[in-house]
């Protein structure tokens, strides 16, 4: 039996799974899996579906983490209905196509293939697919993972099939990723009328300082690989909608991707000691979204970049920036970690698109990537 990782696309493609649902798109990943010798099982929670799918218990040992949840289509005009997959000069339309329908199929049909040509192969394979990973993640990869430390040897080395590429396939493997720590500052002031300015305390007009000390703050020069720490305001509420009144509160809503020089504590307190400082009173609400991880080793890097280069002739370059993943729940348990996958030049746009030549490139790398970890025995 061939699978062809093309045609598994389109069909994962023509489930509209918006998160959390899946909409079908775990049967048919299941299907391929289970017709290939893997045992398969759900891990599930509320509307969510995770599959975890392994063949083999013995090391060396690779999980591909993905999944099939997408975002919505929104409500622009698309040039071919977003869930019928539709071929148009050289490409494949579709939601999802390159986030990230097209590395679940090529994965999938990479390790059929290899499995079927050598079935006793030392080593084991896995896959853990969720259908949240675009929402909050509550009950995907993150409650997922808490199960399966209990009963299951940590691999030794995993892909998260995100999209890494800039321009070409191949241009770039993703070994780290930031961490991401958000927050929700409350000034507090006095309200009152605006022709009585010593009756009241202006929140807003506490802003100002407050954004230009945290705004040209230097927090690091970046750390190894990383680039540095950077701090973004994305939200300013404040006011009662009246012209003659000063409000009570000014609420400031921040993000800061952050490197391995800090912490999430350390940077809380950091921004609390600035706060201090300029004499406000204040409350803020803390929210770590992600903590950052990188992948020192170089067993999974060096036999995936053979690969792609086997396949494309590129020499991918490392990289640390983008945003957050599902590694950064599965770096708990296997610190080799990378991410890997098509372009992404069109991820969450209308009319996201793969070029077709990037998804049979992209299962080739796959497999070759798998020969490389068990057909060659000399570990680093």
């Known amino acids: 039996m061939s699978y062809d990782a093309i045609s598994l696309t389109k069909s ?42 392994k063949i083999g218990a013995s090391q060396p040992s690779i999980l591909f983490c993905g999944h099939v949840d997408v975002v919505p289509a929104g409500s622009a005009p698309w040039k071919f209905p977003p869930f019928e ?11 999802g196509a390159q986030d990230m329908k097209t590395s ?8 059929c293939r290899f499995v079927l040509e050598y079935p006793n192969f030392n080593g084991s394979i896995s896959f853990l697919i969720t259908s949240d990973e675009e929402g909050d993640g509550r009950d995907g990869t993150k409650f997922a993972l808490e199960a399966l430390m209990k009963t299951e040897e940590a691999p030794m080395c995993c892909i998260v099939g995100e999209p890494s590429c800039s321009v070409k396939l191949g241009d770039t493997i993703k070994n780290g990723r930031r961490g991401s720590l958000n927050g929700k500052l409350i000034l507090k002031g006095i309200q009152g009328h605006v022709a009585y300015p010593e009756k009241v305390k202006n929140p807003i007009h506490m802003v100002g300082p407050l954004i230009s000390r945290l705004s040209s703050e230097v927090w690091d020069e970046g750390f190894g690989p990383f680039p540095p720490t950077s701090f973004q305001i994305s939200n300013i509420h404040a006011g009662t909608g009246a012209v003659n009144v000063v409000p009570p509160v000014c609420e400031i809503t921040f993000n800061i991707r952050y490197n391995p020089a800090h912490t999430a504590k350390s940077l809380e307190e950091k921004i609390e000691s600035i706060c201090r400082g300029l004499g406000l009173d204040y409350s803020v609400a803390w929210q770590e979204s992600a903590e950052p991880f990188f992948a020192q080793g170089t067993f999974l890097t060096s036999r995936l970049s053979k690969a792609i280069t086997a396949v494309t002739g590129i020499e991918p370059v490392l990289s640390t920036s983008g945003g957050t993943s599902d590694g950064r729940f599965v770096k708990n348990w296997c610190p080799d970690i990378v991410e890997f996958g098509p372009t992404n030049d069109r991820i969450h746009k209308i ?30």
């Open 12 to 53: 994962l493609i023509q489930c509209p799974s918006v998160t959390p649902s899946d909409a079908g798109c775990l049967d048919i990943l299941t299907k391929a899996l289970t017709d290939a010798g893997f045992q398969c099982r759900e891990i599930n929670r509320g509307e969510t579906k995770n599959l975890w799918a």
């Open 85 to 95: 997959p539709t071929e148009s000069e050289g490409y494949l339309y579709g939601r």
């Open 104 to 111: 679940d199929a090529a994965f999938t049909a990479a390790a």
């Open 351 to 380: 009319d996201e698109r793969v070029e077709l030549s990037q998804i049979s490139d992209l299962a080739e790398i796959y497999y070759q990537t798998l020969r490389n970890i068990f057909l060659d025995q000399t570990h680093e």
